[in-house]
């Protein structure tokens, strides 16, 4: 990945919220706060975890993938409770061709006040701006309206339409739509000389 400013999930602010690598006392806010409510995984490929257990060893394996440079992880601590209510993070690379694809995750009781928004506005800044990625790209099931709202908001701009298989919820076929943003569109929008 040359020309990369490769530098990992490095810990930073926004308005309301820190933004930082996973730790495993963070297991118990992702069963309580987001992981463990099936409204929160109803558009996720995953299913509800069923106990503490299950989310201690995702915090784990987490931890563990977090630790090579081309990872990008947060968990997205809320600063007025000082508690983990959601996570951000790079799903998949192209290398070749120096893209990202984004998924993202909120506890449902912090939805609806524009914080996955203020994130996701700081994510694309860092994997833009930062980190020099060409292209970011995030799907959501078709009928997530609010995912699509929240890349609209941010700039991102509807790209295509796909269909994906839930393997872990019945092999149900869904369709999603695409959003992207080129580096091109960030520095426009966000970039003034
Ligand atoms: C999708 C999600 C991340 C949104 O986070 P959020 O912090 O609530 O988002 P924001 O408050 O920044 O923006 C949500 C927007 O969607 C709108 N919205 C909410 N529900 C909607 C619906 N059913 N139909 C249309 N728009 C909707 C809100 O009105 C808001 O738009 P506005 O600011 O113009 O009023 C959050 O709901 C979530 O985590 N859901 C479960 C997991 C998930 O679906 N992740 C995304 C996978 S692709």
């Not at 990945?1 to 933004?19: A, D, H, V």
């Not at 984004?102 to 506890?107: R, S, T």
């Amino acid at each position: 990945m040359e020309g990369l400013n490769l530098i990992g999930t490095q810990p930073f602010e926004t308005k309301r919220c820190k933004l930082r690598p996973f730790k495993l006392s963070d297991a118990q806010y992702i069963y309580k706060n987001w992981a463990g409510n099936e409204n929160v995984v109803k558009y996720l490929t995953w299913n509800a975890h069923k106990n503490l257990d299950e989310s201690t060893a995702y915090c784990v394996k987490m931890i563990k993938e977090s630790s090579t440079l081309s990872n990008f992880h947060w968990i997205i601590e809320l600063s007025e409770i000082n508690e983990p209510i959601g996570d951000i993070s790079v799903l998949k690379t192209d290398t070749d061709k120096r893209e990202v694809h984004l998924g993202f995750v909120l506890g449902e009781q912090w939805w609806n006040k524009g914080i996955m928004t203020e994130v996701l506005e700081a994510v694309l800044a860092y994997l833009v701006f930062v980190i020099g990625f060409d292209k970011i790209i995030a799907e959501h099931i078709s009928e997530n309206k609010a995912s699509g709202k929240v890349m609209q908001k941010c700039g991102m701009r509807m790209s295509g339409t796909n269909t994906l298989i839930l393997k872990d919820k019945g092999n149900v076929e869904v369709p999603l739509d695409e959003y992207c943003i080129t580096k091109q569109e960030w520095f426009a929008k966000n970039i003034r000389v």
